[in-house]
């Protein structure tokens, strides 16, 4: 059944709508998107390169597998609400290993529901939650590392872009036009927030007081939602520009950087538009890899390169700060 859910707003829950970016609301999407056999107009460049090494590390038959099924309902301590505006992965990561053992068993009850049944290690978690919870961090750490760390700073810029756009709309036209600009199935009406062919209910007698929303580069074109008092309701949307995510960026900029970086420095740069490790770059620049590696390693040292254990291998990535530079580069 579709309902029209309506979440009343008082004076006080106006007040504590923030926005926040997590690292953990991109597990979930991410990790359906890698495991579904169909095709993504968008993702497709993030899928093809990061699928191999989440099926050689075995994390496609493992606890994520048995969690985040390929639609449907996501186990609500997955996605714990956060503590501030962009919170490290660490630190959600330790919010789930924190999380009551009676919730744990009433989100996987909920999911039982959904499939029909749980699989062998959810069954262990449903009889153990202290015990096992650590093996399913441990896993979504090792999946974050292999899959959304390397990533992660152009992912998180266009997420904090959209926040600004969303600030900047309240700061210019009010909270209303906020919500009504947020998605196309979400509206401001009176002193209350409606959010359309929604699955079940939403009051705020359910809810906790406040609302958190999280912008998301991978749900999708949907809404997703988490609503566990005493937490404010958390809705996640698809943040704007994800469209544009990986499109490739202007090489340009690294010819003008050469005189300031060294031309090893700036080639190496513009050959991380996809995450490399030092043997890939070596074999596409002609670098030794002893200097491939001495120059990533200034390059790290410089704050416009990061470096990401995959398996046996690290990967680099460019940073934020080097995809700001390049493209200032290139307009000049």
């Given at each position: 059944m579709v309902v029209l859910a309506e979440l009343a707003f008082s004076a006080g829950d106006l007040a504590q709508v923030r926005f926040a970016v997590s690292p953990?609301?991109?597990?979930?999407?991410?990790?359906?998107?890698?495991?579904?056999?169909?095709?993504?107009?968008?993702?497709?460049?993030?899928?093809?390169?990061?699928?191999?090494?989440?099926?050689?590390?075995?994390?496609?038959?493992?606890?994520?597998?048995?969690?985040?099924?390929?639609?449907?309902?996501?186990?609500?301590?997955?996605?714990?609400?956060?503590?501030?505006?962009?919170?490290?992965?660490?630190?959600?990561?330790?919010?789930?290993?924190?999380?009551?053992?009676?919730?744990?068993?009433?989100?996987?009850?909920?999911?039982?529901?959904?499939?029909?049944?749980?699989?062998?290690?959810?069954?262990?978690?449903?009889?153990?939650?202290?015990?096992?919870?650590?093996?399913?961090?441990?896993?979504?750490?090792?999946?974050?590392?292999?899959?959304?760390?390397?990533?992660?700073?152009?992912?998180?810029?266009?997420?904090?872009?959209?926040?600004?756009?969303?600030?900047r709309t309240v700061a210019e036209h009010g909270a209303g036009r906020l919500f009504d600009d947020l998605h196309d199935s979400v509206s401001w009406h009176g002193s209350a927030l409606r959010l359309a062919r929604r699955k079940r209910q939403l009051s705020r007698e359910s809810a906790g007081a406040g609302l958190l929303l999280i912008p998301s580069a991978f749900s999708g074109p949907g809404l997703r939602s988490r609503v566990r008092p005493p937490d404010p309701p958390q809705l996640a949307y698809p943040a704007r520009g994800t469209g544009g995510l990986w499109e490739k960026r202007p090489a340009a900029g690294a010819g003008v950087l050469a005189p300031v970086l060294g031309r090893s420095r700036a080639l190496l740069l513009s050959e991380l538009e996809a995450p490399a490790s030092t043997t890939e770059l070596a074999h596409r620049t002609g670098l030794s890899p002893a200097a491939v590696s001495q120059y990533l390693t200034a390059l790290r040292d410089a704050g416009l390169v990061s470096a990401h254990r995959a398996g046996r291998s690290v990967l680099y990535a460019r940073t934020a700060a080097a995809e700001t530079l390049l493209e200032a580069a290139s307009s000049a």
């Open positions: 953990m609301w991109e597990v979930a999407p991410s990790f359906r998107l890698l495991t579904s056999r169909a095709g993504h107009p968008v993702h497709r460049p993030w899928v093809e390169q990061v699928r191999p090494r989440v099926v050689a590390a075995g994390l496609h038959e493992g606890w994520l597998a048995e969690l985040i099924t390929s639609a449907g309902y996501v186990p609500d301590f997955l996605n714990p609400a956060p503590a501030g505006p962009a919170p490290a992965p660490a630190a959600e990561l330790r919010a789930i290993l924190a999380s009551p053992a009676d919730r744990v068993r009433e989100d996987l009850d909920h999911l039982a529901r959904h499939q029909g049944h749980l699989g062998p290690r959810l069954r262990a978690l449903h009889a153990d939650p202290p015990s096992r919870l650590a093996k399913v961090v441990h896993e979504i750490e090792r999946y974050w590392d292999l899959a959304l760390a390397p990533y992660w700073g152009r992912v998180k810029a266009v997420l904090d872009a959209d926040i600004h756009h969303r600030a």
